[in-house]
């Protein structure tokens, strides 16, 4: 089984809808990322948390919460998508011991028309 | 400015040749770390290899090594003898301060193996 997993992992929806993308992970990382990917552009920090009450902003958060549910969920919402934010998402943990590697699941495919 | 610059968008390389992979970095951190990433088309992210700021040897993984120049804030990523499965997107990272903090992507550079 898949240490990072993502929910969904496709998704069309429309400009305006509320859209939640779903992070679960089995390594035990207190450590959580949410990243964008666009062509061109590389990889984006939307957001992170260092465990379940931290919560800080990446790069480009604007349009975009999160929640922490519990040490193995971190949730992202876009609250009202736009057709910019069709993207490729990622999931990431990170352990705080050792040097930190970011182990990635295997991203949503979002499309906003 | 750029955290992370790769300034290759696209490398191709032959079938048994080594090839390098440039990276750069900004920092005024003393203690960071620099990372490499393998996109396949399948789209997942594959850790390759790390590079920790006070650490004195290039770091090598199999066919990967990374050629950290300090002085000069590069830290290249060598693949020797190419293979076909090493067609892919590879990522330039950096991690600033410590063990915490942010992660910092490069765009990228598309690799592609000639037979």
């Known amino acids: 089984d898949a240490d990072v997993t993502q929910t969904p992992r496709n998704r069309i929806t429309k400009t305006g809808k509320r859209i939640m993308l779903e992070c679960s992970q089995t390594?035990?990382?207190?450590?959580m990322y949410w990243y964008r990917q666009d062509p061109g552009l590389g990889l984006r920090l939307i957001y992170y948390?260092?465990?379940?009450?931290?919560?800080n902003k990446g790069e480009i958060s604007d349009g975009y919460s999160v929640s922490r549910q519990a040490q193995a969920k971190f949730s992202l919402s876009l609250e009202s998508a736009i057709p910019n934010q069709t993207a490729l998402y990622f999931c990431a943990t990170s352990d705080m011991r050792g040097f930190n590697e970011q182990f990635f699941g295997p991203g949503t495919r979002l499309t906003v028309l | 400015a750029q955290k992370i610059t790769q300034t290759q968008p696209g490398m191709f390389v032959q079938e048994k040749e080594a090839v390098t992979l440039d990276c750069t970095y900004d920092t005024s951190d003393q203690s960071y770390g620099l990372f490499w990433y393998k996109q396949p088309s399948s789209g997942e992210m594959i850790f390759l290899i790390y590079q920790g700021s006070y650490d004195e040897q290039n770091a090598t993984e199999g066919r990967y090594s990374l050629n950290f120049q300090k002085a000069r804030k590069s830290a290249n990523l060598v693949i020797s003898a190419s293979q076909l499965g090493d067609s892919a997107m590879y990522f330039c990272a950096m991690r600033e301060g410590g063990t915490g903090n942010q992660f910092y992507f490069g765009t990228g550079t598309s690799l592609t193996v000639i037979p």
């Open positions: 390594k035990g990382h207190d450590r």
């Open positions: 948390s260092f465990d379940v009450k931290d919560i």
